[in-house]
């Protein structure tokens, strides 16, 4: 069969890039359901060459666009490989991923709807494939997660292509994004998520008594809280001017499922930034947590201890990680702009630091500057140290620290109240 014949009546078949549909009209079709690939590096291209170099000996003269060549096209292979893009091979994969989803949504109608499945977890492949569907045009509609084949690659190694380790796989349906998203704080997106998870919650128990395992009940809860954060995409703000990104959404949103079921415990702020809020549950009334430790309260929150080091905040030692002293922190902004003083762990620290004995640092030089804009959550932080704070040595300056906010709270009212009502709680 050619690959242009006609099937049957309106049915054909092309084979040709999804990332170049050209032969396919705009806004012609009601759905694409695809199953493109994801991340890593699996050698499609190399795999189907071990047919190609045979079926093209009798095909190659009637079919010469599809068997004319010796080897399977590959210029334009959604991959990660390192081979091929030496660079930035994830990059690739990524851009080509993306340029695939917007084809979709040009030949799809304003009405239609693009579906494919993932398997399940929370993981960074995952998260790209987000980023780069919602970069296209889409949001997500409904997330429904479904058994899949359980049998398949038996005896793999677990992570490999065939793993027995995934057993469920997730359907997402998307439709195009016709308006621009409207604008939303990270705090409405929280108390919204949690309302439609509350909702939720009389069928979910229904089938955890069923058996459902608490695995998938969370991935059901999370795919909701993102159905939510895709309408708003670009524009769920945790502070002025500071959009929240996937990775962020999605640690911030296992933080409140977690948080949903332990009400004992005292959580960092929920007005503080998603990495934030984890780092802290982590080092809460502790400077040092052993690398296995860390790694088992990062589990299952696509995140991974580097993130923080990368920020500044921790330093691993013979696998120990330790927290970056307050003091060190504020020491390292003297003479520095503080426009740049964004981040409200930044800022919480620096305050903090700033009022350890004989820090030679002025709290209140820098909330006088007209270019530190302190961060929403900057208070509820501060107040959250006095208590949580990693050493007596800190919690006493966040007393400091915090009386000093509070001072400058009452001299600028309206700019406080202001902060409040935008992304507080
Ligand atoms: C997850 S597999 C799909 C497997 C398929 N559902 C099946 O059961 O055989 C992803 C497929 O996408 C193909 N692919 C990679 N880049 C592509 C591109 N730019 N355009 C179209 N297909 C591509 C790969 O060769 C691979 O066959």
């Keep these: 069969m050619n690959c242009y014949d006609v099937v049957q009546d309106g049915v054909s078949l092309r084979c040709q890039s999804a990332t170049e549909l050209v032969t396919i ?22 795999l189907s060459d071990f047919f190609h170099v045979w079926l093209r000996l009798p095909l190659k003269d009637k079919y010469l666009e599809q068997f004319g060549t010796e080897f399977t096209p590959k210029a334009l292979e959604c991959v990660s490989n390192k081979a091929r893009q030496p660079e930035d091979p994830d990059g690739f994969y990524k851009r080509l991923l993306t340029q695939c989803w917007r084809e979709s949504h040009r030949i799809l109608k304003a009405g239609g709807i693009l579906a494919f499945t993932f398997h399940h977890s929370l993981d960074e492949p995952w998260l790209d494939v987000l980023e780069s569907l919602f970069n296209a045009g889409f949001y997500l509609e409904q997330t429904y997660p479904i058994r899949s084949d359980e049998t398949k690659g038996e005896g793999a190694k677990p992570g490999t292509f065939g793993s027995q380790k995934i057993e469920y796989d997730i359907v997402h349906v998307c439709r195009k994004r016709i308006e621009e ?6 705090g409405k997106m929280r108390r919204e998520v949690l309302r439609s998870v509350q909702q939720l919650k009389d069928t979910l128990e229904l089938h955890a ?26 524009k769920v703000y945790v502070d002025e001017g500071k959009p929240i990104s996937v990775k962020e959404a999605l640690v911030g949103i ?3 499922l977690d948080e949903e079921n332990s009400s004992s415990y005292e959580p960092p702020p929920v007005t503080a930034e998603p990495f934030t809020r984890q780092f ?3 080092f809460d009334g502790t400077n040092e947590q052993p690398r296995d430790q860390m790694q088992k309260f990062l589990g299952g929150t696509t995140m991974s201890p580097k993130a923080f080091e990368e920020r500044g905040w921790c330093l691993e030692q013979k696998k120990v990680y330790y927290l970056i002293s307050p003091l060190e922190v504020a020491k390292s902004w003297q003479g520095k702009h503080r426009q740049k003083l964004i981040s409200d762990y930044d800022q919480v620290m620096f305050l903090i630091g700033a009022c350890f004995d004989g820090s030679g640092i002025n709290v209140s030089d820098t909330l006088k500057n007209t270019n530190f804009r302190p961060h929403p959550a900057l208070g509820a932080l501060l107040s959250w140290h006095i208590k949580h704070g990693a050493s007596k040595e800190i919690q006493t300056a966040a007393l400091r620290a915090s009386q000093i906010y509070q001072a400058w709270e009452r001299q600028h009212p309206d700019q406080a109240k202001q902060l409040q009502l935008e992304f507080g709680e």
Excluded at 25 to 46: C, M, N, R
Excluded at 181 to 186: D, E, G, L, N
Excluded at 216 to 228: N, R
């Design 209 to 234: 008594k069923e058996g459902l395992p608490a695995a998938d009940l969370k991935m059901i809860k999370c795919g909701k809280a993102l159905e939510y954060y895709s309408r708003h995409y670009g």
């Design 254 to 256: 296992i933080q409140l």
């Design 181 to 186: 998203p409207t604008p939303v704080s990270w």
């Design 280 to 282: 802290l549950r982590i």
């Design 25 to 46: 009209p705009a806004q012609s079709y009601d759905v694409v359901i695809t199953d493109p690939p994801f991340g890593g590096l699996l050698h499609y291209s190399e």
